[in-house]
């Protein structure tokens, strides 16, 4: 069975950058998308968008343009969301998780990374 | 853009009762609908793919059923566990975003 193990909490201060990582294990790493999901204090979910490793594509939420970058490591079976400029409104749980492609959903998700931003 | 809504956004329930929450897309989103059940602290968990497909390891308590535009998560037998936020999210590739709806928070009547 596929675990997604993300990275340690970070503190940052507004306008820095932070990288959160999600390691898998138990699975075949190019058989996943992996889409970043993100939730702050009290709110909902928010799609921050996906990377397919096999195709070595991306796509954002126009919100995160040029702010967010996906990437992933097949040598190392990790995946990476960095976000730049960041501002106190980043703050939140930041979540990974897996799908194998139509029609399934995520099903395996990690168990979150908090980001906190404030000065 | 391609926007998600959730009715209700709070339900009181009592534990057997049958729960319905509904969820609406802007556009046709071909059934690519997911269901999430969410607990303080934790990850979201799958419960529904493909609009009706009960994810493996779900109870058969919850179903889904909807096409096109609207599409219902009921609950039959509400179970103490059960009590939780619900969220959609349409992922059909031909909109370039996959946005979740608001949430339902399911509480003890």
């Known amino acids: 069975q596929v675990q997604l193990v993300q990275s340690g909490a970070e503190v940052k201060k507004p306008g820095s950058s932070v990288k959160v990582s999600c390691e898998a294990s138990g699975g075949a790493f190019n058989s996943n998308t992996f889409t970043w999901v993100r939730q702050a204090p009290g709110q909902g979910l928010e799609w921050m968008g996906r990377i397919i490793p096999l195709l070595k594509k991306s796509n954002y939420a126009r919100k995160f343009q040029g702010r967010v970058t996906m990437t992933a490591d097949k040598s190392t079976n990790t995946a990476y969301m960095e976000l730049t400029d960041l501002k106190s409104e980043d703050t939140a749980v930041y979540y990974c998780?897996?799908?194998?492609?139509?029609?399934?959903?995520?099903?395996?998700w990690g168990q979150g990374t908090t980001v906190s931003v404030s000065s | 853009d391609i926007q998600m809504t959730q009715s209700p956004s709070t339900l009181s329930a009592s534990v057997g009762d049958r729960v319905i929450i509904t969820c609406r897309a802007s556009?046709?989103?071909?059934?690519?609908l997911a269901w999430f059940q969410q607990k303080p602290g934790k990850p979201p968990r799958l419960l529904i793919y493909r609009a009706s497909s009960l994810e493996r390891g779900v109870p058969s308590r919850f179903s889904g059923s909807g096409s096109g535009t609207e599409f219902t998560l009921t609950i039959d037998r509400l179970q103490p566990d059960d009590f939780a936020t619900y969220y959609c999210?349409?992922?059909?590739?031909?909109?370039?975003?996959?946005?979740f709806g608001p949430g339902t928070k399911v509480d003890a009547k």
């Open positions: 998780a897996r799908d194998v492609g139509l029609p399934y959903g995520l099903d395996v």
């Open positions: 999210q349409q992922y059909n590739n031909d909109f370039p975003e996959f946005p």
């Open positions: 556009h046709n989103i071909n059934n690519y």
